[in-house]
């Protein structure tokens, strides 16, 4: 099932043994080479002190919270040695300009849609100015469509232009 990066934001993480709230989500990591969300930053409640909750240890995200076993599935950052490159990048999806492989200038990623199960981001919605907008409406990115994620901007197939069909056409018979 898709759900939007907003959907992730602000939102508790509860304990299924103590069926109390543990954390609060802070923001996603991010890998940038695959646009697969690793995990979330939290605030802990009874330390203060930031910790990382992996996807792999999600047991349901539900309408008030993301959901684990218990206090365990919270892990120090520097705890966790293969992710250290991507936490040290500290990688940002919102906000980052999006240009198509010609150099045209589209807009900004508003939002993500990812994957639950997965944890694959699978769609980009893309801020346009206030005249594209009103021109061409918003727009939607596939992952298939994107070309390159760099630290600075995602670069993304060129924009299908509507092409019309000849006036005539030779009918061979």
Request: with cysteine.
């Amino acid at each position: 099932m898709l759900q939007l990066s907003e959907a992730t934001q602000k939102r508790q993480v509860l304990s299924l043994r103590t069926s109390t709230p543990i954390a609060d989500i802070v923001g996603p990591i991010i890998n940038q080479d695959n646009l697969k969300i690793e995990g979330f930053y939290c605030g802990d409640y009874s330390n203060k002190a930031p910790r990382v909750l992996l996807y792999q240890d999600i047991r349901d995200m539900l309408p008030q919270g993301i959901v684990v076993n218990d206090y365990d599935a919270l892990t120090d950052p520097s705890e966790l040695v293969r992710l250290q490159k991507i936490l040290e990048r500290n990688f940002s999806l919102i906000g980052k300009p999006v240009e198509t492989v010609g150099g045209e200038k589209v807009g900004k990623v508003s939002d993500y849609a990812f994957e639950t199960t997965t944890m694959y981001i699978q769609k980009l919605y893309v801020s346009r100015s206030i005249f594209k907008n009103l021109t061409a409406g918003s727009l939607s990115v596939d992952r298939t469509q994107i070309q390159e994620i760099t630290s600075k901007k995602v670069i993304i197939n060129d924009l299908l232009e509507t092409v019309s069909a000849p006036a005539t056409s030779p009918m061979s018979v």
